[in-house]
């Protein structure tokens, strides 16, 4: 197929680096945080392979395009590798150059052409009630789409969803106490539908960088990557971060933060919500290592599927 | 490809031709335009807030501090702008007063954004309305004749300036985290001031940073914005709308509240002082129950009609002493009128902001007025760094009041951002949000006056009605 051939070659043609030599210096990075635990030298080829077939399609719904700003701050790979070499990223609203009618013929022209290959990432909630009215994607052949006529053809089509951040994977924000939209995540929309799809969430009010890129490099290398009960990849969100955090010890010796700008002490009693939140921030940190929320303030607990409402108040003990 | 001038002859000479564009990406949220089209000019436009989440309604009956948090999700790139319009709401409503420390702790974690937020848009948002990006996904499709005009030495100047830009603007995230704790979306804006004392060691680290990203901004974001004038000097002809300007004001410089960027309103050629009860929101074309429209915020209530159909936005129509204002970088720099960067005054022959008059209320003007304003907000970012204290108190605790109300202005980097929040048995009673966006993307008014950007698209070249470039090149000058 030319369009499938096509995708590889130019984005060769205009980089100038071959896709093989770029994932050997992503996989050799040496080990600890980075998304390098994803990779195995020997599934370079098969990552290769996959990129050829596997465009992405990146939607948002009901969003705050946090979770796109988050993946721009990746570090390793960088935002401007992953856009050149790693991903053939065929539609991102924020990003993409096309708009209107151009934007929206590509999205079908590639959902038809790599129906049941192509990764539809979903970004932001899908509302909906009062017929989905709530959230209007765009015009295709004269015709309003709404997210949840968007969500439904091309989840049927898509060969996996990634659900990025807490609104797409659990309704987030938007589905909180007091929402009139019905905010929904992609899982139990797809119930709805009986949409048969695999779904990865990536949660996080956004989710980091590197939860977002190597769930896309292991869909892409290794197939589904093991996930939790609440869908999460079970490499970055199998640990606690309160078992983990390095404030656990002052815990255990029953030193505890008294104001929000105490540096030293357990922050439970400011309201951190790290006893009931699995995500690897502890060892991972955030913005290429500079800061991390318990080390700042406290963890809302932004991973967890009750987010936010779960969570609040955020500055009460839970 | 670079020299696809527009057209001479207009297509569909004396007919009216209906354009959409939906969706209008590059942007923050969904929006569309649809523009009326005779002798290749734009005599009719709407724009088309298609979103609603209902954040107003989902803050009720909350502890008034999550108020901090749950705002910032409005806007992943503006996060730091909607902390702290929801802080000042709080302090004020807490009636608490911040530290020295505090206040620049916070000037610093939303200066770093605003500067993150500006070079955002111009590089990745809107750039690629004046150059070609590389010819792979996601740069293609485009427009088949999208009036690219510069040479090919300056494309390709501009898209390695536009990966520079990527990797500028995560630096800039990583300033906003030192102090901040994390981006987007941080934890350290809390009512009271913020939550991380800065130590010499993080103060360091943001000044390392900073001292790149200023690099970047004086030698490569400010030249190419005036580069672009040359090629595309008929921008600076059109587009100007209203001339009408909101700024609430911006980082406080003193604790007797003076901000960098002045608190005025510029109404039909006159200067004027803020008074907030001036302030109403109109609904009767937006999917608003009419029953609240001209309210003022601190009366304002939000209920949804997703089905009246006389409507066409989620987007309320705020007016100033009810006459349509834009907000943005161009109406804080026209309401401050600072003194323009050396390159700005050397290029333009002025010395002040409205000296360049009404040129600035243009496309490419609004361009112009946003990466001065980046020299101007780094020129701040120094100053602060000097008077940060390591070590020093950055947050004062306060309890919550039983019941209390509180107004929060300030300037997101695309506008005027004002929180309000009244707050009755300790819980928020009513909060109510009026953005950048909102006074900017929104639709006709109860009186018949089209919104901001409607207005500023009247008079935009079409000649190619196949490929409206221009519609979009307006929409994105004001960032919405």
């Known amino acids: 197929m030319k369009d499938k051939l096509m995708v590889l070659d130019e984005q060769q043609k205009q980089t100038g680096v071959s896709r093989r030599a770029f994932l050997k210096t992503i996989t050799g990075t040496a080990a600890g945080i980075g998304i390098s635990q994803v990779f195995n030298p020997v599934l370079i080829s098969a990552m290769?392979?996959?990129?050829?077939?596997?465009?992405?399609?990146?939607?948002?719904?009901?969003?705050?395009?946090?979770?796109?700003?988050?993946?721009?701050?990746?570090?390793?790979?960088?935002?401007a590798d992953i856009l050149l070499k790693v991903i053939s990223l065929q539609f991102h609203p924020t990003i993409m150059a096309a708009e209107g009618g151009v934007a929206m013929e590509n999205l079908f022209k590639i959902a038809e052409a790599y129906n049941g290959k192509f990764s539809l990432v979903v970004e932001g909630a899908i509302p909906v009630a009062a017929d989905g009215k709530f959230c209007i994607v765009g015009e295709f052949?004269?015709?309003?789409?709404?997210?949840?006529?968007?969500?439904?053809?091309?989840?049927?089509?898509?060969?996996?969803?990634?659900?990025?951040?807490?609104?797409?994977?659990?309704?987030?924000?938007?589905a909180a106490e007091g929402n009139v939209t019905g905010a929904t995540g992609v899982m139990d929309f797809f119930k709805l539908y009986g949409i048969q799809t695999p779904v990865v969430n990536i949660?996080?009010?956004?989710?980091?960088?590197?939860?977002?890129?190597?769930?896309?490099?292991h869909l892409l290398t290794k197939g589904l990557p093991e996930l939790d009960d609440d869908g999460r990849p079970v490499i970055f969100y199998?640990?606690?971060?309160?078992?983990?955090?390095?404030h656990v010890e002052e815990y255990d010796a029953g030193e505890m933060a008294m104001t929000l700008s105490d540096a030293k002490g357990c922050r439970m009693d400011l309201g951190c919500k790290g006893p009931d939140t699995y995500a690897d921030c502890y060892k991972r940190k955030w913005n290429s290592g500079m800061n991390w929320c318990v080390d700042n303030a406290v963890c809302i607990g932004c991973v967890e599927p009750g987010f936010p409402d779960a969570s609040s108040p955020f500055y009460e003990p839970a | 490809m670079a020299g696809c001038k527009p057209q001479a002859a207009p297509v569909g000479a004396g007919k009216k031709i209906k354009i959409a564009i939906d969706p209008l990406t590059r942007i923050e949220g969904h929006l569309k335009a649809e523009v009326e089209v005779k002798d290749g000019v734009v005599v009719d436009a709407r724009i088309f807030g298609g979103m609603f989440r209902g954040f107003e309604q989902i803050l009720i009956g909350r502890d008034p501090r999550d108020a901090i948090q749950i705002t910032q999700r409005i806007c992943g790139v503006c996060p730091t702008a909607h902390a702290t319009a929801s802080a000042l709401a709080l302090d004020d409503a807490f009636n608490v007063t911040l530290t020295e420390n505090g206040r620049i702790a916070r000037n610093l974690i939303l200066g770093a954004n605003f500067l993150q937020s500006h070079i955002l848009h111009f590089y990745h948002?809107?750039?690629?309305?004046?150059?070609?990006?590389?010819?792979?996904?996601?740069?293609?499709?485009?427009?088949?004749?999208?009036?690219?005009r510069v040479s090919k030495d300056i494309n390709d100047i501009a898209v390695g300036q536009y990966l520079e830009a990527l990797e500028i603007r995560k630096i800039l995230h990583e300033m906003v985290a030192l102090l901040g704790g994390k981006m987007p979306h941080v934890q350290g804006i809390v009512v009271g001031g913020t939550t991380e004392i800065p130590t010499r060691e993080a103060l360091n680290a943001y000044a390392d940073r900073f001292k790149i990203v200023k690099k970047f901004i004086m030698e490569k974001y400010l030249p190419i914005v005036y580069l672009l004038a040359g090629p595309y000097g008929d921008l600076l002809?059109?587009?100007?709308?209203?001339?009408?300007c909101v700024a609430w004001g911006v980082f406080p410089m003193d604790s007797a509240g003076n901000t960098l960027h002045k608190r005025g309103v510029f109404t039909e050629g006159k200067d004027y002082p803020v008074n907030t009860a001036l302030i109403k929101?109109?609904?009767?074309?937006?999917?608003?129950?009419?029953?609240?429209?001209?309210?003022?915020?601190?009366?304002?209530?939000?209920?949804?009609?997703?089905?009246?159909?006389?409507?066409?936005?989620?987007?309320k129509a705020p007016r100033y002493n009810n006459k349509p204002h834009e907000a943005g970088p161009l109406a804080r720099m026209w309401v401050t009128n600072p003194e323009l960067s050396k390159i700005g005054q050397e290029k333009l022959g002025v010395k002040n902001m409205r000296d360049i008059g009404d040129a600035a209320f243009s496309i490419l003007g609004r361009h112009v007025a946003r990466a001065e304003e980046t020299a101007m907000v780094a020129g701040a970012v120094e100053q602060w760094l000097a008077e940060a204290v390591p070590g020093k108190e950055t947050y004062v605790s306060a309890p919550i009041p039983d019941s209390s109300e509180?107004?929060?202005?300030?300037?997101?980097?695309?506008?005027?951002?004002?929180?309000?929040?009244?707050?009755?048995?300790?819980?928020?009673?009513?909060?109510?949000?009026?953005?950048?966006?909102?006074?900017?993307?929104?639709?006709?008014?109860?009186?018949?006056?089209?919104?901001?950007?409607?207005?500023?698209?009247?008079?935009?070249?079409?000649?190619?009605?196949?490929?409206p470039v221009n519609v979009g090149r307006l929409v994105r000058s004001f960032d919405p």
């Open chain 1, 48 to 79: 290769e392979k996959a990129l050829e077939t596997h465009p992405v399609l990146w939607i948002q719904g009901q969003s705050c395009t946090g979770c796109s700003v988050s993946l721009l701050n990746s570090v390793d790979p960088s935002i």
């Open chain 1, 141 to 174: 052949n004269h015709q309003e789409m709404t997210m949840v006529d968007l969500v439904k053809d091309l989840g049927k089509k898509a060969g996996s969803v990634l659900a990025v951040g807490a609104c797409a994977a659990y309704g987030g924000i938007p």
């Open chain 1, 203 to 217: 949660p996080g009010c956004p989710p980091h960088p590197d939860w977002i890129v190597g769930s896309i490099a």
């Open chain 1, 238 to 246: 199998g640990n606690n971060i309160h078992d983990n955090c390095p």
């Open chain 2, 125 to 148: 948002l809107a750039a690629l309305d004046y150059v070609n990006g590389p010819d792979v996904a996601p740069f293609v499709p485009r427009y088949a004749k999208n009036d690219v």
């Open chain 2, 237 to 244: 002809k059109t587009g100007g709308g209203y001339h009408n």
């Open chain 2, 281 to 315: 929101e109109y609904v009767k074309y937006s999917y608003f129950d009419d029953a609240t429209t001209g309210l003022t915020p601190s009366q304002g209530k939000t209920v949804p009609a997703p089905d009246k159909e006389r409507a066409y936005s989620f987007i």
């Open chain 2, 406 to 467: 509180g107004l929060g202005l300030t300037e997101a980097p695309r506008g005027a951002l004002l929180h309000y929040i009244n707050i009755k048995d300790k819980k928020i009673a009513n909060y109510q949000v009026t953005s950048a966006t909102i006074w900017n993307a929104n639709p006709m008014d109860d009186m018949g006056q089209r919104g901001p950007m409607e207005q500023a698209l009247i008079g935009v070249p079409v000649p190619d009605t196949e490929n």
